[in-house]
């Protein structure tokens, strides 16, 4: 499974981003993380493989949707209301386990990071 993020970019607080992942391969449930400067890398969100489930850190619940299009085999993370400590490089993740997955041990396949920059 290969997997391709995309979509970050600078931003001014309050702002907007979409993330997209497309996946090459099987359908799998999907995760986000984020990693923010000298921080470890931490969960953002998790769907599951027919998007009929989620799951958000609670920074971010309210704020963030995860969804997805098997279609397209991509899944988007909607990030809205955004704000300063959102800053980082986030990941996308796929795991054929579990039905949903939040810890970052469970996952398998790992994208590159797409940066995310909110201003004040």
């Known amino acids: 499974v290969q997997l391709q993020a995309s979509g970050g970019g600078l931003v001014q607080a309050g702002g907007s981003l979409r993330l997209s992942c497309a996946a090459s391969?099987?359908?799998?449930?999907m995760g986000w993380f984020r990693q923010a400067p000298g921080k470890e890398r931490e969960f953002v969100a998790a769907?599951?493989?027919?998007?009929?489930?989620?799951l958000y850190a609670d920074s971010v619940k309210g704020r963030f949707t995860i969804s997805r299009d098997n279609a397209k085999n991509t899944v988007y993370l909607q990030m809205n209301s955004l704000k300063p400590e959102d800053t980082a490089v986030y990941c996308c993740?796929?795991?054929?386990?579990?039905?949903?997955?939040?810890?970052?041990?469970?996952?398998?396949?790992w994208g590159q990071g797409t940066l995310v920059t909110v201003s004040s």
């Open positions: 993740a796929a795991q054929p386990r579990s039905p949903i997955a939040t810890i970052e041990n469970e996952y398998d396949y």
């Open positions: 391969g099987r359908t799998y449930a």
């Open positions: 769907i599951n493989w027919s998007g009929g489930s989620t």
